[in-house]
């Protein structure tokens, strides 16, 4: 029988309202509105004082002011409180000699990690997974990873996929595997047969009528 936790968890949508929140952090009450006109970059970690979050935590330190130079600010989250964030940050720069300037949410009754589905029973019932969520500076969600607990994730991706959705909105293009700024980018395809049939003369470097690339 579907265990009812599980078949009752509720998951945020991409290019909808991300879910709002006004939460105790290790830099006062944020709430959602306070990211308005800037990219936020919501990330969960499943415990304080443990080591594979500690090396996530100490790779967002040290790629900060990436973020920021992108508009981008970051919070963290896990169910731990306010004074395990405090004691934790405090050992991470005292043993490792790294800052941690971004703030942390308090979520010991979890309303916001349920809300964002960062609970996962079959991983496990008490802890946030490893999740992350780009959310635009109109306060929709772009896009969300969720990570095993036992792997760490990649920084720099999440600078590479906010860089990419820029892009994408500025210029309404889309962004091939691995794009970085710089490279050339996807035209949309075609959408009907009189623009297929044109989409080979347009100028563009083609492999076929559907497969364009253009310099930004």
């Known amino acids: ?33 306070d990211y308005k006109g800037r990219w936020l970059v ?38 731990d409180s306010y004074y395990s964030h405090v004691a934790w940050v405090r050992n991470i720069k005292e043993k490792f000699g790294v800052e941690i300037n971004f703030p942390i949410i ?22 946030a997974v490893r999740s992350t969520f780009i959310i635009d500076p109109d306060g929709v969600l772009r896009a969300m990873v969720y990570y095993p607990m036992t792997n760490g994730r990649s920084i720099p991706e999440f600078l590479r996929i906010i860089r990419a959705l820029k892009a994408s909105d500025k210029h309404k293009i889309a962004t091939p595997e691995g794009w970085q700024p710089g490279d050339k980018v996807i035209v949309p395809p075609p959408q009907d047969a009189d623009a297929a049939e044109a989409r080979m003369s347009e100028g563009f470097e083609c492999t076929d009528w559907y497969f364009c690339k253009k310099e930004l």
Do not use: W
């Open 106 to 127: 308090e979520d010991l009754s979890m309303s916001v990690a349920k809300s964002y589905g960062m609970i996962h029973p079959g991983a496990a019932d008490t802890s």
């Open 1 to 33: 029988m579907e265990n009812i936790e599980e078949a009752t968890i509720t998951f945020p949508q991409l290019n909808k309202p991300a879910p709002d929140f006004n939460a105790r952090t290790t830099h006062g009450f944020k709430k959602l509105s």
């Open 42 to 79: 919501l990330f969960s970690h499943p415990a304080d004082f443990t080591p594979v979050c500690t090396t996530e935590f100490m790779a967002f330190a040290n790629h900060h002011e990436e973020f920021l130079a992108e508009g981008a600010d970051l919070l963290g989250l896990s169910i």
